[in-house]
């Protein structure tokens, strides 16, 4: 079965591998693209789960490390655009740190691809949709985290 | 070994909850003086959570298994009840939720349905009628963000919902008691913006007893609305409706009016705006200024002497560039406040207008400078309008390029009777009066070249109807031939003035223009178009072209939406709260839009808009008081290294370090606070509670998904 947009849906069931991916966005910008992607009725796979903050500046490095600790295989950051933070300029703050956690995942040899920080406004629902899409399809493509598969052995 | 995992996972969410332990107390002992809670339990392993899944019909029921996420819920470490319903958000639903927290001593509450931003206010309430704090509430996001985008994927979105579910329990049974702080509000009210939009919602603001800054760009308040010649369908004259406004809204002793002026610098939150207004130096005195200089009985009165006698000429604007004006000048004669201004762009300073004002007036002052005015208002309307789309750019109708190809608005100031014709229509070329005028709809609008601009720009095709009957009305045997792709008359009495141009006798061509030529010699325009109702090739020769330009957001839309924190949609216009529930409400408390600035609308529908946004914008300076939601932040003292990072960090100014104990640390000015986080995500120490998105709390939503999910 196909569905409108750039994927498939694959096939579900007992033992096989879905990603795992950890949306962490804030209240004003993307958690309202998203929104707005729902009211449009923008189709996109279902394998990430949101947690909602009220500004990507409140997003400590760790959670995203938490996150991959715990087994997560792709993390995605969003936020509003640069100069649209509702709070002035949480999100360069934010990003700031989040090319810190890049950085650091290269050099512990995971791949830096798992982890995203994306810009979707409030306007962008069919944004967040390709946005989705796209970290799904990559995350898909990179297959289950190397620190599950760690913790397996 | 299911069972073993299940434990595995309730017993690392209870460790994160001792960790948690510790630090409540800090949080009671701060919240001691608050009023007594309902219920004051800390929620840790005790807590008691309530789940309530919603079908929205079946907008959610339809793309999921309702049955299965009830299931699952169940096992939910801390889920006490699990509860569905056909509409979570109706009266017996939420009375579901009332009956569910007594009987079944629930500690907190998570409603599976829509999106917070849509009911969170709905289902707070609910959990408060039902005996808890409001703030003991947490929404799962099931349709907006999953059965909605899911809804060919069936045990992909059950899954989802599943997941959000244990997320939204993780946090619940953390969430603790919160009390909203009341401030007061200021009894004042800002409008930026004077045309209609402006106008209108400052003189409802004045009416209701509420101070009213209003600031406006231009020299004069009227905006776009003053250019119009005719306004549809009624066709009366728009200076004729418009200047009693203006008057109006000088006159008013509520409105304090700031024209050539713009906002410099905004701080502050809902009730207490610190608004830092610009007011440019326009080298002309009022009478006020004049006497507060000691001028007794100067200042300007509008004579005019010292524009008879500036020898600099400019084009005036006003009039699209189509009439000269000196470097010290009015719009034109029906300007609010009539107060000359001089562009000091073009000034000489020779000082002769200095002359010819006299020394009883004395209302020159070539050395003028900037002035910033501090005011501090409770609530704020934008009204910022727009500009005219340039439509050089579609190259391919050849403004700018054909002297005989013209704007519409330039049509409006030549038409109309206090224009730089006096109200004859005439070719730019030779002056001489069109007898075939081509009207050009959609000229850079429903575009999707990526030139123009993909929206309708909703009021063309009325004023091009309009155009039309002032053509046929004006000049005898003028045919007006109007090439469409629709005739968008949606609105009252519209669909009716339609018809009766038509039976007026104007030409209707449904095609897109695709390309204008201009025959050298007479100047002579070439439209050429696909007839798509008759199927068949234009070439159709007229005098004069007026293209029906798009318009977009004014040139310091931006600019300005930045300063009071409102977002914009991708074609730069402001975007309101909710487009259907909260058309003129933003995201920013205390903010709202009147007029075209949020999307174009034609003269009725701006003049509603802005008594609805002066409507909302009065209810917070009427109630008095407005409650900030509790999410400032907190410092842990024990923890807090006093470093200081964070104090930088927070642009609010809302943080300081001050001695305490003999060491120093973080104190957080809560009035100041507005709750972003950013310290609170930096803090190295983890000395930051962010009330509501406490770390403990993000956390356990983390844990949730990624270790209580695997089924």
């Known amino acids: 079965m196909s569905a409108p947009g750039n994927f498939a849906i694959p096939e579900r069931g007992p033992g096989i591998w879905q990603p795992k991916i950890q949306g962490i966005v804030c209240n004003w910008c993307s958690y309202a693209g998203a929104d707005l992607a729902g009211g ?27 996150a991959f600790a715990d087994g997560a295989d792709g993390v995605l950051v969003s936020g509003c655009h640069f100069g649209d933070c509702h709070y002035l300029e949480g999100n360069y703050k934010a990003a700031k740190r989040m090319f810190m956690v890049k950085r650091l995942m290269k050099s512990i040899g995971l791949d830096d691809r798992r982890f995203r920080m994306t810009f979707v406004s409030a306007s962008e629902g069919a944004k967040w949709g390709a946005v989705v899409t796209d970290v799904v399809n990559v995350i898909r493509e990179l297959g289950p985290s190397p620190i599950t598969e760690f913790k397996k052995q | 070994m299911m069972a073993e995992k299940k434990k595995a996972t309730t017993k690392k969410t209870t460790s994160k909850k001792e960790d948690t332990k510790k630090v409540a107390p800090v949080k009671q002992e701060v919240k001691k003086q608050a009023p007594a809670a309902v219920s004051s339990t800390t929620q840790q392993g005790d807590a008691r959570i309530g789940v309530f899944i919603c079908h929205c019909g079946t907008n959610i029921a339809g793309s999921m298994d309702i049955e299965a996420v009830q299931e699952s819920s169940k096992a939910i470490p801390h889920v006490a009840y699990v509860d569905n319903y056909k509409y979570m958000c109706s009266m017996p639903g939420q009375t579901v939720i009332h009956k569910a927290i007594k009987d079944h001593k629930l500690t907190g509450v998570v409603v599976a349905a829509c999106t ?47 997941d959000a579910i244990k997320i939204a329990v993780a946090k619940a049974a953390l969430l603790q008691d919160l009390f909203p702080k009341s401030v007061p509000v200021e009894k004042a009210a800002m409008v930026v913006g004077a045309g209609v939009a402006g106008m209108q919602a400052s003189l409802d603001l004045a009416a209701a007893g509420i101070k009213t800054y209003l600031v406006e760009a231009d020299t004069s308040i009227g905006g776009r609305m003053s250019q119009l010649d005719k306004t549809f369908p009624t066709l009366d004259c728009s200076q004729c409706i418009l200047t009693p406004k203006m008057v109006d809204v000088g006159r008013d002793t509520n409105i304090e009016l700031y024209t050539y002026s713009e906002v410099h610098e905004v701080e502050g939150y809902i009730g207490n705006f610190d608004v830092t207004i610009r007011k440019k130096a326009r080298g002309v005195m009022t009478p006020k200024e004049a006497e507060a200089k000691g001028i007794v009985g100067g200042g300007c009165n509008g004579c005019g002497d010292c524009e008879t006698a500036c020898p600099v000429v400019k084009p005036n604007m006003f009039e699209v560039g189509m009439k000269p004006r000196k470097a010290i000048y009015i719009n034109h004669p029906q300007v609010v406040p009539l107060i000359y201004t001089i562009d000091f ?21 070539l050395e003028m400078k900037d002035e910033f005015i501090k005011v ?9 309008g727009y500009d005219i789309f340039p439509i050089e750019k579609k190259e391919e109708w050849g403004y700018k390029r054909y002297e005989n190809v013209i704007t519409s608005l330039e049509f409006e100031r030549l038409i109309c009777a206090s224009g730089p014709t006096g109200g004859h229509l005439v070719r730019p070329s030779d002056g001489q009066t069109p007898k075939r005028v081509a009207f050009v709809l959609c000229a850079g609008s429903r575009d999707n070249t990526g030139t123009g601009k993909p929206y309708c720009s909703r009021f063309c095709c009325m004023y091009s109807l309009k155009h039309a009957h002032q053509i046929i009305e004006k000049i005898p045997g003028c045919i007006p031939y109007l090439f469409y792709m629709d005739i968008r008359s949606f609105g009252k009495m519209y669909e009716e003035f339609y018809y009766r141009i038509q039976d007026e006798g104007a030409k209707f061509i449904r095609g897109r223009v695709a390309n204008i030529l201009e025959d050298k010699k007479t100047k002579n325009l070439h439209v050429m178009t696909d007839d798509t109702l ?39 216009w402001l975007l309101e709260a909710h487009p259907k529930l909260n058309p003129c409400g933003t995201t920013t408390a205390g903010v709202f839009l009147a007029g075209v600035c949020q999307g174009p609308k034609d003269i009725p529908d701006t003049v509603a808009s802005a008594e609805g946004a002066a409507s909302a914008a009065s209810i917070p300076i009427h109630k008095g008081e407005v409650e900030l939601e509790p999410y400032f932040a907190t410092c842990i003292e024990e923890k807090c290294a006093g470093c200081g990072m964070c104090v930088n960090l927070c642009p609010y100014s809302a943080l300081s370090l001050v001695e305490k104990d003999g060491r120093q640390v973080m104190q957080v000015t809560e009035a100041k606070c507005k709750g972003c986080g950013t310290c609170g995500g930096f803090c190295p120490g983890g000395a930051i509670w962010m009330n509501h998105f406490t770390t403990p709390q993000i956390v356990a939503q983390i844990d949730a998904f990624l270790l209580g999910g695997e089924q």
């Not at chain 2, 501090?376 to 910022?384: W, Y």
């Not at chain 2, 090739?537 to 005098?543: A, C, I, L, N």
């Open chain 1, 40 to 66: 449009g009725r923008i189709q996109y796979p279902p394998d990430i789960r949101i947690v909602r903050v009220m500004c990507t500046g409140r997003i400590d490095a760790l959670f995203v490390l938490k």
């Open chain 2, 116 to 162: 917070p931003r849509l009911h969170e206010p709905t289902f707070r309430t609910a959990t408060k009628d039902g005996g808890l704090n409001p703030f003991r509430f947490e929404m799962a996001n099931i349709r907006d963000q999953n059965s909605w985008v899911h809804m060919h994927d069936r045990v992909g979105s059950t899954d989802k919902a599943i």
């Open chain 2, 345 to 365: 762009n073009s000034c000489v300073k020779c000082g002769i207008c200095v002359t010819a004002c006299g020394p009883e007036k004395r209302a020159i002052d």
């Open chain 2, 376 to 384: 501090k208002v409770g609530t704020a309307i934008l009204a910022t």
């Open chain 2, 534 to 572: 008759l199927d068949r090739p234009v070439d159709m020769e007229v005098d004069m072209v007026v293209l029906a330009s798009a318009v977009q957001p004014s040139a310091d839309t931006n600019r300005t939406r930045k300063l009071f924190g409102v977002s914009c949609s991708m074609d730069g």
